[in-house]
């Protein structure tokens, strides 16, 4: 057995299920549209009955939408990830801008700041071009009337300092939320979502089951960041949407609620911010 084979499936999910609102279908190695079929059956056989499927790049971006277009239950965000942001030429904006605005593109996103990986690749955006290039995000999503899909990686402070300062659009989501209750204490105050993925079940993730303790039912959404980010008890292992129930109830523990509950409350939620009900 290697490390990266994908783990068993869990219990399913009682109930009408969730929806993971943030995976990377491509990274989990599909590549045709039976591919991502296949996916998703395994997702909705445990109760994850949707998915949205993430851009970090160009190619990225063109083959989500395509995936969005293949499987009624994939959906799709358009971005260039904040470590690539130099890359965000003419070009780039104006396909980035028509892919976007496509039906099934449902967020603008990863953007955001990413503190760390300047420190260890010379070849990522430094922190001034992630600036630039997230406040072009911010101002796609409010022209197209879509969600924000932040990446914030040791940048908590400033992803709320860029917000305010370049007027946040009517939807923010912090995917794989990472901050501490301060951080939850803010986006509550501010009616950011915070999305929790796999490190919600880490046993060293004190101080974020005390953020997730704290967000209100009405902004939370979960995720898989898959193929990343696997949940205990299998980290280490691929993710894939199907891995999700394992997050659903380490969110509920650190709730103090009942899974079925936090698997309502965040499918819901998912259906109201990306508007789900609206899609061709």
């Known amino acids: 057995m290697t490390p990266r084979e994908r783990p068993p499936a869990p219990e399913p999910l009682a109930g009408a299920g969730t929806i993971d609102s943030h995976t990377h279908l491509d990274a989990c190695g599909c590549v045709t549209a039976d591919d991502v079929r296949a996916a998703m059956d395994r997702a909705e056989a445990v109760g994850v009955r949707a998915a949205v499927t993430v851009a970090d790049d160009l190619d990225s971006a063109r083959w989500v939408l ?18 690539r942001a130099h890359l965000l030429d003419d070009a780039a904006s104006a396909e980035i801008e028509k892919l976007a605005a496509a039906p099934r593109a449902v967020a603008v996103g990863e953007t955001g700041l990413d503190y760390y990986w300047p420190q260890h690749d010379p070849n990522t955006a430094d922190p001034a071009v992630q600036r630039e290039a997230f406040a072009w995000h911010i101002d796609l999503a409010k022209r197209l009337d879509k969600p924000v899909m932040i990446h914030d990686r040791d940048a908590h402070q400033d992803v709320l300092d860029v917000l305010r300062a370049e007027g946040a659009p009517e939807r923010v989501i912090f995917h794989c939320f990472s901050g501490d209750a301060a951080l939850a204490r803010s986006c509550a105050e501010a009616g950011y979502l915070m999305s929790f993925a796999g490190p919600i079940t880490f046993r060293n993730a004190v101080a974020l089951r005390e953020a997730a303790a704290l967000a209100p039912a009405e902004l939370l959404l979960v995720e898989t960041d898959a193929p990343f980010l696997t949940p205990h008890p299998h980290r280490g292992r691929a993710n894939e949407p199907y891995c999700l129930p394992w997050t659903v109830r380490g969110l509920a523990a650190a709730r103090g609620e009942a899974a079925e509950a936090v698997a309502e409350a965040t499918r819901a939620n998912a259906e109201r911010v990306f508007r789900i009900a609206e899609l061709p």
């Open 66 to 83: 395509g995936a969005a277009e293949a499987d009624p239950r994939v959906l799709a965000a358009v971005a260039l990830h904040p470590t």
